[in-house]
């Protein structure tokens, strides 16, 4: 069993930054994919990026256009994601995600765990 605790959101500017963190439990994290998504009010999840379990393949959805930077730390067990020049609609509940494989997918039914959110409010 694997626990993910997300940390770093909070209210922002438009054209700030955060950075959030997922902290994971367990010894087998660098053998997982790790994935960030996010969910509005009323809208289904959506992915937002994934990084392999070495960090050699990463995904990002697209519409970030580079703002969103994903990152992982398997020392530390702890996957990030920085955020810059956040817009309004980047207003969300953001997920981390774990899959017991080492190659990432966008699709959030093929991940394993979830944490429980942290949200992320960007105000215009």
């Known amino acids: 069993q694997v626990q993910l605790v997300e940390s770093g959101g909070g209210l922002v500017q438009a054209g700030g930054s955060l950075r959030l963190s997922c902290a994971a439990s367990?010894?087998?994290?660098?053998?997982?994919?790790m994935g960030w998504f996010r969910q509005a009010p009323g809208k289904e999840r959506e992915f937002v990026a994934a990084i392999s379990s070495n960090g050699a393949v990463i995904d990002y959805a697209g519409f970030e256009g580079g703002r969103f930077t994903i990152s992982r730390d398997n020392a530390k067990n702890t996957v990030n994601l920085q955020m810059n020049s956040l817009k309004p609609e980047d207003t969300a509940a953001y997920y981390c995600?774990?899959?017991?494989?080492?190659?990432?997918?966008?699709?959030?039914?093929?991940?394993?765990?979830w944490g429980q959110g942290t949200q992320v409010t960007v105000s215009s």
């Open positions: 995600a774990a899959r017991k494989v080492a190659y990432p997918v966008r699709d959030p039914q093929r991940y394993d765990y």
């Open positions: 367990g010894r087998t994290f660098s053998s997982y994919a």
